[in-house]
């Protein structure tokens, strides 16, 4: 069993109304509190060399379905093009991975529960798996060379970097998939 | 943010007003959506016209539409009354209290998505005993006035929601699986008083009725 004592995870907060937090950010480090993992919150602005350097994980949190600030705020997300770590993009999050390497956003809206299938094994997920999704776009992963699409196809519900230890849901797994979410602590 | 409050007169939607206000948003109106039918699964039915004395309470105006209650069609009720809401008081926003139900949480998401407005759920996924504790540090004073699960009673109308009512619900979460925060409908809460009221509500009255383990209790207030 990976020691988990030693983790200190970087969430990113990219929601540009504070009362989102509690509904994006707060779920997300509940489920780190009940693992007793350690993190922190920093805003998408805010993220320094400092907080990238003694973190050893990013979870890139999602936020409402009316936001779009952080979509015309990219370059603060510059860093991730020479990260190591490993880090998790959820749903915005995912976008913001795709955007940053050469990804093009498309509008699509799906909300609720939904069957996707895991064309093999994510985080902990596989096979046919009911996820909580929440987003008016998307980005297909399966135009960008760098990345392996695991479920979803051209509207991309999963995907793994090929080289980094990079990964991104559409889907929230604060949301019924917890399991995901300590799969990528254990990474 | 002009903020619609998704008010059903419990705990959840004004403990998840109160946050938008301490957020620095402006609550313009609460929104009521009163059903008929008993067994609705969206919309919480006992006392629900109590709503309008809370409204006063808070010095806050008060949409409300009836429904039938019917599955999904209800639906199209409550959007009317975000639509009206929306018009009268220029929302920029609504908040609501849903705390772990996707089907409320889902179809409320897609109409404010519809109508282009912001939706916020500040308890969402929040741990239902953690959500019952800030109720009593933030000075809420919330009664039970239906219970609909095994093994409660009519015994427990009228509890107040205390430390006491917490280590209650946390015996029973452990040996029935009762949601300690009531959101699988296992009881229904009403807020006699919270940060956001100008003045306390009383309780003047109080009717039973029931069976077994489903009772509610109708009150007046003054």
Redesign the interface.
């Given at each position: 069993m990976k020691n988990i004592e030693n983790e200190y995870v970087l969430l990113v907060n990219i929601c540009e109304?504070?009362?989102?937090t509690?509904?994006f950010v707060?779920?997300i480090a509940?489920i780190l509190r009940a693992k007793k993992i350690n993190f922190f919150v920093r805003s998408y602005k805010q993220i320094g060399a400092s907080d990238l350097d003694k973190c050893s994980k990013v979870i890139i949190c999602g936020t409402?379905?009316?936001?779009f600030e952080y979509l015309t705020n990219i370059s603060f997300f510059s860093w991730l093009s020479d990260f190591d770590k490993p880090v998790l993009g959820i749903c915005g999050g995912m976008q913001i991975m795709g955007l940053v390497f050469g990804g093009k956003l498309k509008r699509k809206?799906e909300?609720?529960?939904f069957s996707e299938l895991f064309t093999s094994s994510f985080l902990g997920l596989s096979g046919k798996t009911d996820v909580?999704h929440?987003h008016?776009a998307y980005i297909d992963f399966s135009l960008l060379t760098d990345f392996k699409v695991f479920a979803g196809g051209k509207v991309s519900q999963a995907v793994q970097h090929l080289t980094k230890p990079f990964y991104g849901v559409l889907f929230h797994p604060?949301?019924?998939q917890k399991k995901l979410l300590e799969q990528f602590i254990l990474i | 943010m002009k903020l619609g409050v998704l008010c059903s007169g419990g705990k959840d939607s004004l403990y998840a007003a109160y946050l938008a206000k301490k957020a620095g948003h402006e609550l313009a109106c609460l929104i009521s959506v009163a059903s008929e039918n008993a067994e609705s699964l969206m919309f919480h039915t006992p006392n629900i016209n109590l709503i309008a004395q809370q409204a006063q309470a808070m010095n806050i105006p008060l949409i409300m539409v009836t429904t039938k209650g019917k599955k999904e069609l209800e639906l199209i009720d409550l959007c009317k009354a975000i639509v009206q809401a929306k018009k009268k008081y220029g929302l920029g926003g609504v908040v609501s209290g849903a705390v772990g139900s996707v089907y409320q949480s889902s179809r409320i998401q897609k109409i404010c998505n519809d109508l282009n407005i912001t939706c916020f759920n500040p308890l969402w996924q929040k741990s239902q005993l953690e959500l019952l504790n800030e109720l009593i540090s933030n000075s809420f004073e919330v009664i039970i006035v239906g219970v609909f699960a095994y093994p409660l009673d009519a015994g427990w109308l009228g509890k107040k929601v205390d430390k006491a009512f917490i280590s209650q619900m946390r015996l029973l979460e452990k040996k029935y699986g009762i949601n300690p925060a009531g959101e699988g409908g296992e009881f229904e809460s009403l807020v006699l008083n919270c940060p956001l009221f100008k003045k306390k509500l009383a309780l003047v009255n109080r009717k039973i009725s029931g069976e077994k383990y489903s009772w509610v209790m109708e009150v007046t207030l003054a």
């Open positions: 109304e504070q009362l989102h509690y509904e707060n779920p509940d409402s379905l009316s936001d809206t909300i609720g529960l909580y929440l008016n604060e949301v019924r | -």
